[in-house]
């Protein structure tokens, strides 16, 4: 998903709140679902993604240039949301200055420590568990399973279709199979 | 796969960002078709969302009101704490920033300053006579 030009002229924000209530009941369902796909981690409610979005949109913090649908627009913005949470407390080696050479007085950086603190221990248990939980849904079908693990692993396309041996139609409708099984998994009680 | 929590992160993002593609490509009618299997009636779930939609556009238009309002109070508040050069009076105008000049004092010097206007024009004997009159 990629949707930031800069030289691009962009959408007001009345007409992004005008596209938006003139969504078909598609365009609504296709937004529900993406935002179920990037709730994954349980970071964050797929309806507080969406929220996000929204607001991102209707204050103008987020441009949507004009040749972008708005869909894709808004389910960009809540992968932007996701991405940031999912790598919120990611933990980096800090970056310190150099002290100048010569110079005793230089205060000697305290290190980072690098023990987990509470939270971010549960958030990873939470991302490992999930992991776990989604490869798991899928025990029963060996390719659906193959493909879940090499889409988790980065791989795209033909490459991953010819892991598992099967056809264009069967592939195409086994990820279908594996979308729906997800966002059945990932589906909150809401909505 | 490995076991390592930020792999695990990393992991869950690829695979949610090939799913989100995959939904966004495909066509209405299986997007329409999987979402009833999952949510249930798809008309509801359109009128729910528009619902969410409008309630974090109203909460958004009462938060820009408040911060409208906090601005304005923070300006006045600035305005009584600065010490102003031209204190403007209520209802004043143009005045304010051009004050009226001090008319000269009256004297007994001629032209008399609040002679009346038919004085004004007339010559030094005729005033003679006029206050001679008078």
Partial sequence: ?191 | MTGDPKDARDALGRLADALAEDILNAPDEQVLADAAEIYGDTDKLAADMLRLFEQTASEQSKAKLVAARAAIAADRRRRQEQPALIRPRRGGGFRDFFPPTPRPRASSRWPPARARPFRTMTCTACWKISRTLA
């Fill in chain 1, 1 to 191: 998903l990629s949707v930031t030009d800069p030289a691009e002229p962009v959408r007001a924000r009345a007409e992004i709140a005008s596209a938006i209530r003139a969504f078909t009941p598609a365009q609504w369902a296709r937004l529900r679902r993406v935002a179920a796909h990037y709730s994954i981690g349980d970071l964050m409610e797929a309806e507080d993604l969406l929220q996000e979005a929204f607001r991102g949109a209707l204050d103008g913090e987020r441009k949507c240039p004009v040749s972008v649908d708005v869909v894709r627009f808004l389910a960009e913005a809540m992968r932007s949301v996701a991405d940031g949470e999912l790598k919120r407390t990611k933990r980096r080696p800090a970056l310190v200055p150099l002290p100048a050479s010569g110079d005793p007085a230089a205060p000697v950086p305290e290190p980072m420590d690098p023990a987990l603190n509470a939270e971010e221990r549960d958030e990873d248990s939470r991302c490992q568990r999930q992991r776990e939980q989604i490869i798991g849904l899928f025990t029963d079908d060996p390719a659906a399973e193959v493909i879940v693990e090499g889409l988790m692993e980065g791989m795209r396309g033909e490459d991953l279709r010819a892991l598992t041996d099967l056809d264009q139609t069967a592939y195409q409708s086994k990820r279908r199979l594996i979308r729906r099984r997800i966002e059945r998994f990932l589906r909150g009680p809401k909505l």
